[in-house]
């Protein structure tokens, strides 16, 4: 096993943080307990980028964040502090363009580059051999005749380029320059004659021949299951592992890769070689997980990122039944009644129709020329088996299927044929054999489906359905299912004893750079679960206060505005006075961005690809309405007397899920600036700078967690147990890492309200105990009366019946009485409880 972080932070380069200021905020992470840095791809990326995921250079440090010399000094600044460094890669795929040499040199030379294998192109699907750059604005006449394309005889390199708006494309030197500045005609017969072709880009849906990063152009996917084209797209990489300068990886989208399990075996082998034979190296995937779907148990990775632990801890705080009451409610406001499942299949089928549109005509002309049936024919068969995936992929190939994933293609197929034709279901018959059958003939169709397969899912149901499905937006989460019902203790129990037992290095995420909403804005929407009739009333009364505002065509949809309620009652700031016009200005800022992702993601009043401007219009319109204190005083005083009532229930919440990340089996990962309230939107509104010196500051005062809950609205209560949790960690390193998991019962009056374990390793020995689905009982400085636990109470194994606990906390001593710790004991001052054995009484 190799060696496990205690914990991460996770800091997102570029926008203002480059390796020079993340050694800066060294010191700070190492004094709050820290042991790995988590760095966002630091590699060359495509100029503007502010992600880092559109990598142009694979063996280049990016001089915009500083170059090898910076990152080195970051590296040795972070050794100095007895810290490491995690580092996400990115192996599945490049940005694509003017930036990449080695994407440059397949545009200059075509199938005749030596890069030319290096990325998943089939120049056999054009006429004439050629790689199809869908990128013009218009047909390439269209484009002639406008005079947007035109020659520069040399460029920066000295090389003559075509130059096309702000891009540019290189000229193969086999062809015959003009010797004057070329007309119309002779402009056409240049670009023609080189090794790409350029089309309007709304063909590139069916004439591309490059396999992309999901639907994006701009990054095009590499063959990494190539030896070589591994070792030159991870020199750099290996160069960093070799020389300690980086201790653990972070897989990006492990899913796109051709045969993952032999990509991270590979890559395992080649981490201890250049180690000389060192212990394992630290290695996590970005794996989203489907409900029971497990991690393969055969993949040589210390676990995943962890979306699904945020999943889990979400599902112990809702409620079922009133996540009943709340699909009701959506149904009345929107009218519409489909289920999620419902939801999800439409838009699969859409994605699949008018996003991979190209993939599956590939895969459809393999099928019939497998079968020797029409092209059509094989497509209907293969949208039914797409639609009807249930996870993001499979892993296998004809004889070497596993018995998990032989079990979700049998449920796959069995699907498929109930909604098929039978003209379709005979298809998919012979289709299941042929994929049942031995790898050769069938292999290269198998590897083709399992990477469409996970971007269809990805896009359908993380990009399309969570923004159509409004029942509790919590939910609708990266690795959730929007129709999920809960979590019960006793299942959360088995989840952290598997954990323990099989993946104790997996990540423990609650936020990430990829979260639909930050991790304390979700935790606020999970109380609307236990609200549900006042949430109703609430929603009715605002939609009658905001009816004015509506009027006009285009209207806000009902389920556009249910949504718009959700996602500002999770972004509306934790102070709960009215907020005044500046701060109201900033927050309609951040959901106008939202409310314009929603609608292009969700695909049915607009688009990315199409976008209805008068519909957009007419919604951020009523955005800006409804934050104008002018235009909308009473719902504004409406609003905020909600969010005061419900916000200090959430902020309970969040600090029992703080605690769970921190003391279950796993290393917990604290996303940038997360030591305060997280209530941000989808990026790019969770990725803004952070305000490092305010909690440096923080990180001075050592007031008790539960002196801090009666302000607990200015965050200081959660960076102050976040940095006790994180201290108790470093303190007892093999307690986390080691010891074991032991579900206590709850039992006696509001006993569904309590959650215990015990993690315990020699003589150590710690209870957790937290409330959950707290509405009622927590007040509005984040305390519960002892009397509303009655005689709840946690239940202990007789070997700790003589134990004597002391709260981490600072509450003092406690000892069992009759065997049994008392809720009111415990979970008086806050909704969460550590105890730690002092001996025996």
């Not at 909403?517 to 236990?530: C, I, K, N, P, Q």
């Not at 969040?654 to 309230?677: A, H, M, N, R």
Request: charged residues 25%; hydrophobic residues 40%.
């Amino acid at each position: 096993m190799p060696e496990l972080p205690r914990s991460t932070y996770r800091l997102q380069l570029r926008s203002g943080m480059d390796f020079a200021k993340a050694a800066e905020l060294v010191p700070y992470l190492a004094r709050l307990g820290i042991s790995h840095l988590y760095l966002s791809p630091p590699f060359q990326a495509a100029r503007g980028s502010t992600h880092g995921y559109d990598v142009v250079d694979a063996n280049r440090l990016d001089p915009v964040l500083g170059g090898e010399a910076a990152f080195e000094a970051l590296a040795r600044t972070v050794q100095r502090h007895g810290m490491k460094i995690l580092l996400d890669i990115v192996p599945n795929h490049m940005g694509v363009g003017q930036d990449n040499p080695w994407w440059w040199d397949v545009l200059k030379h075509g199938r005749e580059s030596r890069y030319a294998r290096f990325f998943d192109i089939d120049f056999d699907r054009d006429p004439e051999g050629k790689l199809v750059l869908p990128v013009l604005g218009g047909t390439l006449d269209e484009v002639l005749s406008r005079g947007e394309i035109g020659l520069d005889r040399a460029d920066g390199s000295g090389e003559p380029t075509l130059r096309y708006v702000d891009e540019r494309f290189p000229v193969s030197p086999k062809s015959d320059l003009p010797e004057s500045e070329p007309d119309a005609p002779a402009l056409r017969r240049l670009i023609e004659a080189q090794p790409y072709r350029l089309v309007f880009w709304k063909e590139g849906t069916t004439r591309r021949n490059y396999r992309r990063f999901f639907n994006i152009d701009q990054l095009g996917g590499l063959r990494v299951e190539e030896p070589e084209v591994f070792e030159e797209s991870h020199r750099l990489i290996l160069d960093l592992v070799a020389r300690d300068l980086v201790q653990g990886l972070r897989i990006d989208h492990v899913d796109g890769l051709t045969d993952s399990k032999a990509y991270l075996e590979r890559l395992r082998r080649r981490c201890a070689e250049v180690r000389s034979g060192a212990t394992p190296f630290y290695i996590v995937v970005e794996k989203i997980l489907v409900g029971d779907e497990q991690l393969p148990e055969d993949w040589p990775v210390a676990g995943t990122t962890g979306y699904e632990f945020m999943n889990e801890v979400l599902g112990l705080l809702v409620d079922r039944p009133g996540l009943d009451r709340l699909e009701a409610l959506a149904g009345e406001i929107t009218g519409e009644t489909a289920s999620y499942r419902e939801v999800l299949r439409a838009a699969k089928g859409q994605v699949l129709e008018k996003l991979f549109a190209g993939e599956l005509t590939v895969l459809g002309e393999r099928v019939a020329r497998l079968l020797g049936i029409g092209e059509d024919a094989a497509q209907a068969a293969l949208r039914e088996l797409l639609i009807a995936f249930p996870v993001y992929r499979t892993y296998g190939g004809g004889n070497s299927w596993s018995a998990t994933d032989a079990g979700i293609l049998e449920q796959v197929f069995a699907e498929a044929g109930e909604r098929a034709t039978p003209e379709v279901q005979a298809i998919l018959n012979r289709l299941e054999r042929l994929l049942a059958g031995p790898q050769g003939e069938a292999r290269t169709l198998v590897l083709g489906l399992q990477q469409l397969s996970g971007p269809l899912m990805a896009k359908a149901a993380e990009d399309t359905a969570f923004y159509r499905y409004p029942r509790l937006l919590a939910l609708n989460e990266v690795g959730g299912e929007p129709d999920a019902h809960g979590l019960e203790p006793e299942a959360f129990h088995r989840l952290m004893a598997h954990r323990l037992e099989r993946w104790p290095g997996n990540l423990l995420a609650t936020a990430t750079h990829d979260t639909k909403r930050g991790e304390d804005a979700r935790t606020r929407l999970a109380v609307l679960s236990e609200q549900p009739e006042a949430w109703a009333e609430a929603v009715r009364g605002w939609r009658q206060l905001n009816a004015p505002l509506r009027r006009g065509s285009p209207a806000i949809h009902a389920k556009d505005e249910y949504m718009l309620y959700q996602s500002l009652l999770g972004a509306w700031p934790a102070e709960p006075a009215p907020i005044d016009r500046e701060a109201l200005g900033a927050l309609r800022e951040r959901l106008a961005g939202w409310l314009r992702k929603a609608l292009r993601e969700g695909k049915e009043r607009s688009d990315w690809n199409d976008p209805n401007e008068a519909y957009e219009g007419a919604a951020q319109a009523f955005l800006a309405a409804i934050l104008d204190p002018d235009r909308s005083r009473p719902f504004l005083e409406a609003f905020g007397g909600f969010v005061a009532r419900l916000a200090p229930i959430g902020a309970a919440d969040s600090l029992v899920q703080l605690v769970l990340k921190l003391t279950t089996p796993g290393v917990p990962d604290i996303y940038q600036g997360t030591e305060l309230w997280d209530l941000s939107l989808v990026d790019p509104d969770n990725r803004r700078p952070v305000d490092f010196a305010q909690r440096q500051r923080l990180l001075d005062d050592d007031t008790p967690p539960a002196d801090l809950a009666g302000r607990w609205a200015d965050g200081a209560v959660k960076a102050r147990l976040l940095a006790l949790l994180l201290a108790m960690r470093a303190r007892a390193p093999d307690l986390f890492a080691q010891g074991a998991y032991q579900a206590l019962a709850v039992e006696g009056e509001k006993s569904g309200h309590a959650l215990a374990f015990a993690r315990y390793h020699g003589d150590a020995t710690l209870i957790v105990v937290v409330g959950r689905r707290l509405a009622g009982l927590v007040d509005g400085n984040l305390r519960i009366a002892p009397d509303a636990w009655g005689d709840g109470s946690v239940v202990l194994p007789p070997a700790w019946h003589d134990l004597v606990f002391a709260d981490v906390l600072g509450s003092g001593s406690t000892a069992p009485r009759d065997g049994r710790l008392r809720l009111a004991d415990l979970l008086t001052q806050l909704p969460v409880a550590l105890l730690v054995n002092r001996g025996r009484a």
